[in-house]
């Protein structure tokens, strides 16, 4: 299996299962998916409320382990990893954004995005340099020393971007980025994602209700029921563009850390 590079497996889950025992009742969340989802690939995930959205999304986050079943992603299946391994694989190769945002609230917008370098123990100059940069990236040059109570909703998702995406991942997972927006700026959050998705090779794999979005955005829709998934399509347009981008700009994913894109 190719592990790197434009088109090769990002993720694939096998046959993965997340139940919740709940007194007397199973709860089958997640309930034998298996996909595999190429690198560069923008992906919306669909589903009804209580379809297991979530849940699939965060074992691919490694935020929790399957009850049975494989995750891989890049060639590291998540089951193995000690809580070591998976701390870093979360640090170093995905970001996550939610509808909530998720800032702390206490501290200013740049050392919220700061903060996934301190884990990574990067220096704090370097730090502050790069943080500065993900937020311009964002356009939210002019809102360093503001607090998330400050800012509107579309500024705290662009600040909670800025923090996914500080140390590079090469896979972005975002839980309803939009969900908590009006349609203008949700739009405006999804034409960032876009660009990052189309100029750094990075997989997108987003959840959403909103099928509007998902058509205008993705490449392919994955529909969830009950667990399980029930529909797999692409989306015209979308893939031929992204089949275009990912080979006239191979090396974009693989830019040294700080480097703008
Ligand atoms: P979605 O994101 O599609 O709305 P979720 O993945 O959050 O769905 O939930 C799927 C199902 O699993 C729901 O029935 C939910 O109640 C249940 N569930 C989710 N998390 C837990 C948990 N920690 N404990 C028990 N049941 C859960
Ligand atoms: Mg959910």
Redesign the pocket.
């Known amino acids: 299996m190719e592990i790197s590079g434009p088109g090769s497996l990002a993720v694939r889950t096998e046959n993965v299962c997340r139940h ?1 025992q ?1 007194g007397e009742a199973l ?1 089958r ?1 997640v309930d034998g998916i298996s996909i595999d989802i190429r690198a560069g690939e923008f992906v919306a995930l669909l ?1 009804a ?7 699939l999304l965060n074992l691919v986050a490694g935020l929790d382990r399957p009850t049975s079943g494989a995750v891989i992603v890049h060639g590291n299946n998540l089951a193995v990893l000690s809580r070591e391994q998976l701390a870093k694989y979360r640090l170093h190769t995905v970001g996550m954004v939610f509808q909530s945002f998720n800032l702390i609230p206490s501290m200013s917008l740049l050392e919220n995005v700061e903060l996934p370098l301190r884990f990574a123990e990067i220096d704090r100059s370097e730090r502050s340099s790069l943080a500065r940069r993900s937020l311009e990236r964002v356009g939210l040059s002019g809102r360093l020393a503001h607090r998330p109570m400050e800012l509107s909703g579309g500024e705290q998702q662009r600040a909670s971007l800025a923090r996914a995406l500080i140390n590079r991942p090469k896979l972005l997972l975002a839980d309803e980025p939009t969900g908590n927006l009006d349609s203008r700026t949700g739009t405006e959050i999804m034409e960032l994602i876009r660009s990052f998705n189309q100029s750094l090779n990075m997989t997108v794999l987003m ?1 959403t209700h909103e099928q509007a979005l998902a058509e205008k955005y993705a490449g392919r829709m994955l529909q ?1 029921a009950d667990g399980k998934l029930i529909d797999d399509v692409s989306s015209r347009d979308a893939r031929t563009d992204d089949a275009t981008n990912m080979s006239s700009e191979p090396m974009k994913a693989s830019t040294p850390r700080g480097e703008a894109p």
């Open positions: 919740y709940m709860v969340a589903g409320s209580g379809s297991g959205k979530s849940s959840v969830l």
